[in-house]
């Protein structure tokens, strides 16, 4: 075996985000040894992020919620073409998943008689976000990090993954290294649980950080699995879009739920000019109904700005293109308005969204107690993910799982705000319980002279940008790669752009294998960055082949030179794999069916 | 506009200040000019950053000698006619340039008692709790881990009583656990005996640069403080510790 400090674990988990926590303690509750290994530091992963909310029908605010409407949401939002198990899955589980929360610590604002309150959020029909005011994300992972460390779980914080490890079919384990000294370990393990969140860095305009380079997609990619729905992407209607180096930094969806409205720059609601037809009877069809809803009024009809965040992206980008955007090239996003219809409005504001005043207030120079926001749309989260089993999260590789961003299936076309975080639940959960199972069934995999071979030629990989003298930098070839996505691979698509970005993201590929670092081993950035080109322009690629072959606009994707939906395309998902000579093939793959108890849940919800 | 930017690049064996002259845009903060300054001039400049929006407390650092996010701190708050000057957290070791070695804090919280809830409330195993009875803890909740307020503490810093003192962060973390509704652990002896509250002599430095403006003090280590005079100084205080021990049985 290579001379590389190496460490046993009966589960590995890859990424300690929501979904890997959840997933390492459910693991570690089975009594088998886990090993979690994070990129940054603990508790820093994007869940921390996450603003608006828990979706989970607890029906504390409204008793006409349960787990059916909660299904038909999830179904309608993604355009019927999620993975149908998944959906009933997460609908079932969520409510215990926050209740477990908890149990283990979580404060959760309350309702009048105790319980945990829940907000209004787009897509979904009853006030269902259990939340902690905009800064539910931090309460859910601080939870499950103060809850998971006193499990006997080994972390690995600040390590990054390069590949997996396998014998025959099965995953043994992966090989990657530590930030700090640059060192290279080999992590043995029965069962891998892949929770590396998203690929928002593939784009200019993003709410992700440095770390969503879709780690997790390409070494499942690489190690056999199938990639599924990878053309949806979604761009989060309201990012902040002033000043310039703040751009794309999220502006919570729970704006819109305590009553913000969306105006254009002469101050037309323009959320109400387009209601899709399988939204209309949902939807409010006046000011006050709208104002009602958001108020509690059980009578009347969402407002229009709580449409699904495809739909509202895509009315954002028609104002700004047709000349009514705002000065900065957003449109704007009013709560200050509500001071009209509440009397301590300034101090609501400040209680319900904290966050975002302080954001506006010490990034912008705004005051949302008194002035309009600056949003646009911002890449945000994607649909796509690894093809997993959906009782068990495991892909088609043996012993490898994947749960949260990078896997997929739950959310379909569009995923409705509040889903991610109860997805990293119920599946991180469910992960985590399976991959024990499997470490229990299995013995620890074979570390002989191919895995050996596989490490060292990683090794050399890892280490070939110190041995470039080109002056092509890492960071250059990112954010030209950045650009390329989202002016060719954006909210709007078609053919013709779509195979201008292939070419150059060949051209890219060529760019990243010269790429130099410069420097030592040690805690080095640019080294580091060159490294993540690779999953980058794999996961763009996976995105832009998907897309081109989805010849229609479905959710998250808008295609102008197919601007319709296509009945054809909806009892499709279109899969990514790996051929054998390394190339990208890309097919369509029929929708399991649905058996008929769901299919009458949808039905009656219409 | 160009602004000259002294930041410290080194390692636990040494290092110094270098200058770097960077382009100033509207509306930049210290993070984006480090960041410009990797991409341009030193793409091996280490420093630790995530949401850039104040969320995660990754990229703490001393900006002209205070305490700061980096993702958070304005340019133009800042004198610009004068070099900005960044360094690494000095309660910490340095591993490189703006990054240190953080992970005494993972340790010091892993040895505090977790939490541990009454008996749920109603059938279905779920709690009521008004909203007034935990705003508190909501406010000690927001905590983002950036470990400024560690770096500021003159106990850690100065005096390096990282072995006898856990810090304000920690005491902020006893004091959400301690004063959560549900919980029913004591940590009253281990806060006098091993986590060192009596060293803190509430100067408030740490209430001062909380970046979530949490009133560690005075919300948070003065009701401890009481706490611990009232469990081990206060003989009305034993009688009612024994008696809330057996209400909890």
């Known amino acids: 075996m290579p001379d590389y400090e190496t460490f046993e674990h009966d589960v590995l988990v890859i990424g300690a985000g929501g979904a890997g926590l959840r997933a390492a303690i459910e693991a570690s509750a089975a009594a088998v040894r886990v090993g979690l290994v994070c990129k940054s530091l603990l508790g820093k992963a994007h869940t921390v992020m996450a603003e608006g909310g828990i979706a989970a029908a607890l029906a504390n605010v409204d008793e006409r919620d349960n787990w059916k409407v909660h299904f038909a949401d999830t179904m309608r939002g993604g355009q019927y073409v999620n993975q149908w198990r998944m959906a009933e899955l997460h609908a079932k589980e969520a409510p215990d998943r926050v209740r477990e929360l908890e149990a283990w610590g979580a404060v959760f604002d309350r309702t009048k008689d105790g319980r945990i309150l829940q907000r209004h959020f787009g897509g979904h029909k009853y006030p269902r976000l259990a939340h902690v005011g905009d800064r539910t994300g931090l309460e859910m992972i601080r939870t499950l990090q103060d809850h998971g460390v006193h499990r006997g779980i080994d972390v690995y914080m600040e390590h990054t993954i390069l590949s997996l490890l396998k014998d025959g079919d099965r995953v043994v384990g992966a090989f990657g290294y530590e930030r700090e000294r640059g060192r290279f370990k080999i992590f043995r393990a029965k069962a891998v649980v892949l929770a590396t969140g998203g690929i928002g860095r593939a784009y200019k305009i993003t709410s992700n950080s440095w770390e969503y380079t879709g780690d997790g997609h390409t070494l499942a990619y690489d190690a056999g699995a199938d990639l599924i729905d990878m053309e949806f992407v979604q761009f989060h209607p309201t990012g902040m879009v002033w000043p310039p180096s703040v751009m794309g930094i999220l502006v919570t969806e729970g704006v819109r739920g305590e009553g913000g409205i969306l105006k254009n720059k002469e101050g037309r609601r323009f959320m109400f000019d387009a209601i899709p037809e399988n939204y209309r009877t949902q939807t409010a069809d006046n000011e006050e109904e709208g104002w009602r809803y958001c108020q509690g009024a059980k009578d009347a009809r969402r407002p229009p700005e709580l449409l699904t965040r495809d739909h509202v992206s895509r009315c954002i980008v028609r104002e700004i293109k047709e000349g009514r955007g705002s000065p900065h090239g957003g449109v704007y996003l009013d709560i200050s308005w509500i001071k009209q219809k509440l009397p301590n409005a300034a101090e609501h504001i400040k209680r319900k969204l904290p966050s975002m005043y302080h954001q506006f207030k010490q990034l912008a120079d705004i005051d949302i107690t008194e002035q309009p926001m600056e949003v646009g749309p911002t890449t945000h989260y994607i649909m796509g993910g690894v093809h997993v089993d959906p009782d068990t999260q495991m892909s088609r590789v043996p012993g490898l799982f994947a749960a949260g961003e990078c896997a997929a299936g739950i959310n379909g076309a569009n995923r409705l705000g509040g889903n991610s975080l109860s997805d990293l639940l119920v599946f991180g959960k469910r992960a985590g319980e399976f991959a024990a199972k499997f470490a229990k069934e299995n013995s620890l995999g074979k570390i002989g002279p191919p895995q050996a071979e596989q490490i060292e030629s990683a090794a050399r990989e890892a280490l070939a940008p110190f041995e470039r003298s080109s002056s092509e930098s890492p960071y250059q070839v990112q954010k030209d790669l950045q650009d390329t996505m989202q002016d060719l691979v954006g909210i709007v698509r078609n053919e013709s752009e779509m195979r201008e970005a292939l070419g150059k993201i060949d051209d890219f590929k060529r760019r990243a294998e010269n790429a130099a670092a410069s420097g030592n081993r040690e805690y080095n950035p640019g080294w580091h960055t060159a490294l993540d080109l690779k999953n980058l322009l794999a996961v763009s690629e996976a995105i832009t082949r998907a897309a081109l072959e989805r010849k229609e606009s479905r959710g998250a994707q808008f295609r102008d030179d197919y601007p319709d939906k296509d009945e054809q395309f909806a009892k499709v998902n279109t899969m990514i794999s790996k051929t054998e000579d390394g190339s990208m093939q890309i097919r369509l793959e029929p929708l399991p069916e649905m058996p008929d108890y769901l299919k009458q849940i949808i039905e009656e919800m219409k | ?249």
């Open chain 2, 1 to 249: 506009m160009k602004a000259v930017f002294k930041i410290w690049r080194g390692d636990a064996k040494g290092g110094e200040f270098r200058d770097y002259t960077t382009e100033v845009a509207e509306g930049m903060v210290v993070l984006d000019a480090i960041h410009d300054i990797q991409r341009t001039q030193a793409p091996d400049l280490a420093c630790r950053w995530n949401c850039k929006a104040g969320k995660c407390g990754s990229c703490s650092a001393e900006v002209n000698g205070m305490p700061k996010l980096m993702c958070m701190t304005r340019l133009s708050e800042l004198p610009l006619e004068k070099p900005v000057t960044v360094e690494p957290m000095k309660a910490f070791p340095v591993l490189k340039d703006l990054v240190t070695d953080v992970s005494w804090n993972f340790r010091v919280k892993k040895k505090i008692k977790p939490f541990k809830p009454r008996h749920p409330d109603a059938p279905d195993g779920t709690w009521r709790m008004q909203q007034e009875d935990i705003d508190r803890v909501q406010e000690f909740r927001k905590c983002i881990e950036c470990f400024l307020c560690q770096d500021v503490c003159h106990v850690l810093r100065d005096h390096q009583m990282h072995e006898r003192f856990i810090g304000p962060r920690f005491l902020i973390h006893v004091a959400a656990l301690e004063m959560h509704p549900l919980d029913t652990e004591d940590r009253t002896e281990e806060l006098r005996n091993k986590q060192g509250i009596g060293y803190c002599n509430i100067t408030k430095c740490c209430t001062n640069v909380c970046p979530e403006s949490i009133q560690i003090t005075d919300n948070g280590i003065i009701p401890l403080k009481e706490r611990v005079v009232d469990d081990f100084y206060d003989p009305f205080g034993w009688v009612w510790k024994g008696f809330k021990k057996l209400l909890n049985r």
